[in-house]
């Protein structure tokens, strides 16, 4: 089963630098649907300085886990198609293990599916994968019979539960951004009158147009206030229910191991805090710039059947791109954050063995690796900036296109100018809407994996 979205379910991150050998075997009990051992393999706590690869076999076969060591090529690596678990060595030169569930060919060569405990679940190159197993053990496990029936909620439910916020706001927050839209718009419209006709600012006309605009412009900023503050009511009550739940989650893992109950609370904090993510940008960005979206299309249907035809292309190839990129937006994201946190440990580390190493730059392990994090924060960057250029890019053609197609018709006269102009706008309007949109689909993503994580601890 190579499904990424669906292995990703059965992911469990590990807590510390020690435990990532218990982090793979409990996400071997979750892909045969023992997640009650999965649970328990969790919260034992680990030696110091980890797992061997013979530990994590005797550990295996505590729980009935027929396996083996061994050790194998690429050739046989590219056959894989049951889950096993793999001696790695991680950006930081330190001992790992990562589960693969298998392998696929690409144009770009064979891609593995790895699940890193440290990080999350991504598709990576071979030679991405031949990097860090260096030394081509694994831990083997005979075929095991997937079971993924404990996983069948979807780990997006918790954006639609009630108990953070009522059923109604869902139809509110997009009434009141239509509001507030509407108001921009009369306000634009009353000035443009004014400059086109000057003889409405004089006398008692120029009064009541004054008037009119402060009305407008108090609406607006009431109607923007109502909206922020549902959205922070929102989050506090989000940020409550599931601070509940996680004290009663801590409660039951201090049973198993109470040193380790720090840890899973700096863990869960930031698991919450995705989540709460996640909620704000699909009811602040997804329910409303969505419904505009779908709104201003609406539009573009009945003005130029043409232009509407040629944006929805555009919505439904920008939108299977953003879903195809997400997990691995999740990945490199989650990647730069570990990273970050390793070199900071690293620095405690070097402060209190010598102190003096700091003045050394070639020899500061903090150094080389915070130069390590800015190698790979540069690489994202460049490659999300291009990959926003290419997003713009065909947001600009499908612009273009529009304009080009609505010309056409304005020449033959089967169009008129306003309906012309108004089609060309809504059409830039999409445009530069669907970035803002992009964004906040990678926040909902990283709370469906923070969600899923909450849930698997």
């Not at 990097?131 to 993924?148: E, M, N, V």
């Not at 609406?219 to 929102?234: A, G, T």
């Not at 706008?425 to 909902?444: C, D, N, R, V």
């Amino acid at each position: 089963m190579l499904n990424i979205n669906t292995i990703k379910r059965t992911f469990v991150q590990q807590h510390n630098t020690d435990d990532c050998g218990h982090a793979c075997l409990a996400m071997i009990m979750n892909y045969i649907g023992k997640t009650d051992l999965a649970k328990s393999i969790i919260y034992q706590a680990p030696s110091n300085g980890g797992l061997s690869l013979l530990d994590l076999k005797l550990a295996a076969q505590a729980v009935h886990l027929d396996c083996k060591c061994v050790e194998f090529e690429t050739d046989y690596l590219r056959s894989v198609t049951n889950p096993c678990i793999i001696h790695t060595r991680n950006e930081l030169g330190l001992d790992h293990f990562e589960v693969l569930y298998g392998s696929k060919k690409s144009k770009k060569g064979f891609q593995y599916l790895v699940a890193d405990p440290a990080i999350q679940v991504s598709w990576i190159s071979e030679l991405e994968l031949l990097k860090r197993w260096k030394s081509k053990t694994a831990l083997w496990f005979p075929p095991l019979t997937a079971d993924l029936r404990p996983f069948s909620n979807n780990p997006l439910q918790f954006i639609f539960d009630n108990k953070y916020y009522p059923s109604g706001i869902l139809a509110a927050l997009p009434l009141l951004s239509f509001s507030i839209a509407a108001f921009g718009i009369a306000l634009t419209w009353l000035l443009q009158r004014g400059l086109n006709e000057p003889r409405i600012l004089q006398g008692g006309v120029f009064l009541s147009l004054t008037a009119l605009l402060l009305i407008i412009s108090i609406f607006k900023s009431l109607f923007s206030f109502l909206r922020q503050h549902i959205l922070i009511n929102i989050n506090l009550n989000a940020n409550s229910a599931l601070s509940k739940a996680l004290v009663f989650g801590l409660i039951s893992s201090a049973i198993f191991n109470h040193q380790r109950g720090g840890q899973f609370a700096r863990n869960s904090l930031g698991h919450i805090q995705k989540m709460q993510n996640a909620i704000s940008a699909f009811l602040g960005v997804v329910v409303t710039d969505g419904s505009m979206i779908l709104l201003l299309l609406s539009g573009l249907f009945y003005l130029h059947p043409l232009a509407g035809a040629i944006i929805f292309i555009y919505l439904i190839t920008y939108g299977y791109a953003i879903f195809k990129s997400l997990p691995q937006a999740a990945y490199n994201q989650e990647r730069l954050k570990q990273l970050s946190i390793a070199s900071e440990l690293q620095l405690a580390d070097d402060i209190s063995i010598n102190k003096s190493d700091l003045l050394l730059p070639d020899y500061s392990a903090f150094l080389k690796s915070h130069q390590r994090n800015l190698g790979v924060a540069k690489e994202m960057a460049l490659r999300v900036s291009r990959l926003y250029m290419l997003y713009e890019c065909c947001g600009t053609v499908a612009i273009v296109l529009v304009f080009f197609s609505g010309a056409q018709q304005l020449n033959k006269g089967d169009l008129s100018y306003n309906s012309f102009m108004l089609a060309v706008i809504e059409a830039y309007l999409i445009a530069s809407l669907m970035p803002k949109l992009h964004a906040s689909f990678q926040q909902i993503a990283e709370g469906s994996d923070a969600a899923i994580q909450l849930a698997n601890q």
